[in-house]
C-alpha cells in the first residue's frame, strides 16, 4: 500500500461521508431518523464535518503527513465508536441512539482506515507507530 493509494481512500471517504451527511437531511431509506443508519441532524453535520475533514487531509497532506492525518483519521472513528457504544445519544446531544448498522461503519471506517494509514505511513518509510 502506498501513500497514493491512501490519498485517494481518504479523499473517497471524505466524499461519501458529506454525501451522506446531506443525505441525512432528507427522506431517503440510508440515513435519517428512519433510515438504515439512524441520524438526525447532528449526526449528519457530523458526517459531514468529518468529510470535510478527511478531504483536507488528501488534499492538503503529502508523504509521511498524509500517512499521519490518515492514521489519526482512523482513531478519530475508533473513539467515536467506543463512545457511542457506551453513551447511543452521545450523552443526549442526539435526538436518535445510534444503531447497529452505524456501531459497524464506525467501527469498520476506523479500523480500515488505520490500516491504510499505517500501509501509507510504511509506504514513506517511517516507523508504523499508530
Known amino acids: 500500500m502506498n501513500a497514493s493509494f491512501a490519498k485517494s481512500y481518504i479523499t473517497v471517504i471524505g466524499v461519501v461521508l458529506?454525501?451522506?451527511?446531506?443525505?441525512?437531511?432528507?427522506?431517503?431509506?440510508?440515513?435519517?431518523?428512519?433510515?438504515?443508519?439512524?441520524?438526525?441532524a447532528l449526526h449528519n453535520i457530523v458526517h459531514a464535518a468529518t468529510g470535510a475533514v478527511a478531504?483536507?487531509?488528501g488534499f492538503g497532506q503529502r508523504g509521511d503527513s498524509l500517512a499521519?492525518?490518515?492514521?489519526?483519521f482512523g482513531w478519530l472513528y475508533m473513539v467515536l465508536f467506543v463512545v457511542?457504544?457506551?453513551?447511543?445519544?452521545?450523552?443526549?446531544?442526539?435526538?436518535?441512539?445510534?444503531?447497529?448498522?452505524d456501531?459497524?461503519?464506525?467501527?469498520?471506517l476506523g479500523v480500515v482506515t488505520l490500516l491504510v494509514g499505517l500501509g501509507a505511513r510504511r509506504a514513506v518509510g517511517s516507523p508504523v507507530v499508530a
Open 18 to 40: 458529506i454525501v451522506g451527511g446531506i443525505l441525512g437531511f432528507t427522506n431517503n431509506p440510508l440515513f435519517g431518523t428512519d433510515g438504515l443508519f439512524a441520524t438526525d
Open 55 to 57: 478531504l483536507a487531509i
Open 68 to 72: 499521519r492525518g490518515v492514521i489519526g
Open 84 to 101: 457511542l457504544l457506551v453513551f447511543p445519544t452521545l450523552f443526549a446531544l442526539l435526538s436518535v441512539e445510534v444503531n447497529v448498522a
Open 103 to 108: 456501531h459497524f461503519l464506525h467501527a469498520g
